[in-house]
Every structure is written in C-alpha cells, then in structure tokens.
DNA sequence: ATATTAACCAAACGGTCGTTTGTTTAGCAA
DNA sequence: TTGCTAAACAAACGACCGTTTGGTTAATAT
C-alpha cells in the first residue's frame, strides 16, 4: 500500500485516504506502458473510481507524474542511504558495491515507483523535464561521492567509471528478468568487472 | 535478361518517391518524442502532406514504427560491421572497442534511426514487441561474439562483462552532449575501465 | 441534531486520435 | 491522345483524450 509518508504536517487524515491507491495505480501503469500511453481512465479505473474522482487528489496528469517520480527517488535514495549506514564498512570499493546493490535490488525488485523514474521524460514540457531530471541528478549525487572516494590509479578515470556503474545498472531493466540471479549478485559482477581483479 | 520481365517486384520507383521522407520524419518524432506521443498528423505535417496520405505509404502506425526499427537495426549493424571489417586488427580487446565506437558514434551521431531501437517498446502489443525484441538481439549477438573472442582470466565474466559494455553504451542517449568528448572517445575509456590496467 | 466537508459520482465539454473513404492530380506507356 | 496508375488531397468516422462542473454521500466536529 503506500505511498509517501509524510512526516511534516503528520496529519493521520480524518477519513478514508484512497490518494494512496491513485498513486499506486498510477506508478504501475506509468512504469508498464509508459506516461503517453496511460490514460487517466485507465488510472481511474485501476484505483476503482472515475476519471474525474482523480482530479479530487492531484490538478493534472503530470502532476501524478510528479508525485511518482518524487516518490520513485525518494524510495531508491532511502534504500540506498540505508544500506551505507548499515555497513561499518569503509573500504571504498564495497561501499559503492552496497550502495549499487541497493540500487538494483530496489529497480529491479519489482517497485514501479522507481523505476518510472528511468522512463523516458516527456520532451514537450521543458519545464517537467527539468523537475524530473534534477530530481534524478540530486538522487545520483550519491554516486558522484562514492566514486570520487575510489582509490584509482588515474583518477580521470572516475567520470566514466561512474557513468559505466549507472548506465550498466539502470539498463539493466531492458533485460534483467526477476527468475535470474539477484540483483545484488549482478551489482556485486558488475563492481568485480571495473576492480581489475585483486586475488 | 532476355525475357520481359512482367512485373518485376524490385523496380526503382518510377516517380518522385516521398516514402523516405515519410519514414524519416516518423523516425525523427519517435526519437524527440516516442512512439505513444507522436500522432500520424505530426509525421504527417513533418513529411508534407496529409494525415490520410501517411496510409498509401504504410498501413498503420504500427507499421511505420517497425519499418524505422528496422532501418535502425540495418544501419548501426552496417556501421558496426564495417568498423570490423575495415581493421586488420586481431586482437580480441581492439576489435571490441572498434565495434563500441561505431555502435556509439551510430546512436550519439545524431541519426535518429538507430536511437528509435533504444526506445521503450509499447507494452500493448505483444507480437511487435516480439518482432522488435528479435531485430536488436539479432544485432546484439555481434557483441557477443566479440566478448566470447576476449581473453578472460574468468570466462564466466563473459556475460556480465558484455552486460556492461552495452548497459553503459546504450545508456549513454540519456547524459550524452553532442558538444562532449568524441563518442569514440567515450567508448575508448569505457573499454579502458573494463581491461583492468596491464601495461 | 445539525453543519461541515472530505471524497467521490455522473455527465458532459471541446479537442485529438488512428483510420477510412472517395476524389483528384500528374507522370508514364500505348 | 488515351488509358493507367502512383501519389496525393479532402473530408469525415467513431473512439478516446484530459479536464470541468455540479451534485451526492457519509463521516466528523460542534
């Protein structure tokens, strides 16, 4: 069930929320056949309501798209930020190998929140775009981090390793099917390819 | 030929032939915009003619969407190829590489053909996205041969090793600049992250 | 008990969608 | 010139689109 929970107003609400479910509903089809292709009925209809019920709870399409992605961000950067507090570990290799099998186990582990966020970005609203893309840029910020911290022999070399680990990772959607290895064991082959290979 | 050909299926066209120009527009639109939010009247105002004129050409949208795929496939394949065959190069890690910058100076040189193929697939469709499916892994298996022909301390490396070339290579449409390094250049350093660092 | 209002329904608005149908124009062959 | 046909135009079809409007229901605060 779901969605952002809010800490600031932490307002319980007064009734029955259902802005959960349209949220839901909308991340699932977003994730499944994308922004242009969902219709609001067809959101309407997956959180059992009518089309015009949903604009009770959010003013526009995009605006659901808004929430998604800021909710699909704040879910992957949480789980990744868990898995680096949770390790005492400060070699830098296996930081950002947590941190990536963090990332993937949450994109590739069945959540359509984030991974709407890998989606393609409307291209006729510059201004949505922009939203959504610094969204993703504050979220990679992380990665920046971890990487600069690597103890590379040319340190030049970290933009490209960096943009290596995400894009590997983040293309891992096109192909990864949920019977195969898991996601950390991939984020684990993944860093192993890029270390060289000390015994 | 002595005989009079009847009607001879691979005629030249006799006339002006405004067939390319109505392919090229869908391949531009479904590159800028996808494929869900582009509407036969845009393809059709970008070729210069009527919505309805789009159906002498192509029978449906669909159509046009796997006649683009298609070409897109035809083209990185050629360029890929060619880069190939134009080395006399035989060393197993040169040859990768050479296939990585044509493959990426083909997706991040502009053409809008070859990135449609990097594009989400419409999820409604099933059989097309079948169809499509198998035209990029039947271009794809070049890469694997390549990967297959390294010299691997771990040859059970192979697939993840690949798994990363191609993540990061395809990934690359999302960050990539054309005002950036050189997209050969760009596939040089992602090769020069995966070899490790033998002198 | 009453007033308030969160949450939804019911029905439509104008616009756009992919596609079809019938008609016209222009280059070639006879 | 006449006939043929490739290649387009012109106009509409029903379906669906995002969104708006006004009314209804039921839980809550007073």
Same mark, same amino acid.
């Given at each position: ?94 930081? %950002?190998? +947590? *941190?990536?099998? $963090? ?5 590739? &582990? !069945?959540?359509?929140?984030?991974? /709407? ?48 680990? %995400?894009? +590997? *990772?983040?293309? $891992? ?5 949920? &019977? !195969?290895?898991?996601?950390?064991? /991939? ?13």
């Amino acid at each position: 069930m779901t969605t952002a929970a809010k800490h600031a107003p932490a307002r319980p609400k007064r009734r029955n929320n259902r802005q959960g479910a349209v949220l839901d509903a909308a991340a699932a089809r977003f994730r499944q056949h994308g922004y242009a292709a969902t219709s609001m009925r067809d959101i309407a209809a997956d959180a059992g309501m009518l089309p015009g019920s949903l604009y009770y709870h959010y003013p526009a399409k995009n605006a659901l798209l808004v929430a998604v992605h800021e909710e699909g961000v704040r879910r992957i950067a949480a789980a990744v930020d868990h898995a680096l507090a949770g390790i005492p570990e400060l070699e830098p290799w296996r930081r %950002l190998e +947590a *941190a990536l099998a $963090a990332h993937m186990e949450t994109l590739l &582990g !069945g959540g359509d929140y984030s991974l /709407v966020v890998l989606r393609d970005l409307p291209a006729d609203d510059s201004a949505l775009r922009a939203r959504l893309v610094r969204l993703r840029d504050g979220y990679e910020a992380r990665f920046k981090t971890l990487c600069r911290a690597l103890p590379l022999t040319d340190p030049d070399a970290e933009p490209w390793l960096r943009m290596m680990i %995400l894009g +590997a *990772a983040n293309w $891992a959607r096109v192909w990864y099917r949920p &019977g !195969g290895k898991a996601p950390a064991e /991939v984020a684990r082959q993944f860093i192993s390819q890029l270390k060289g290979a000390p015994p």
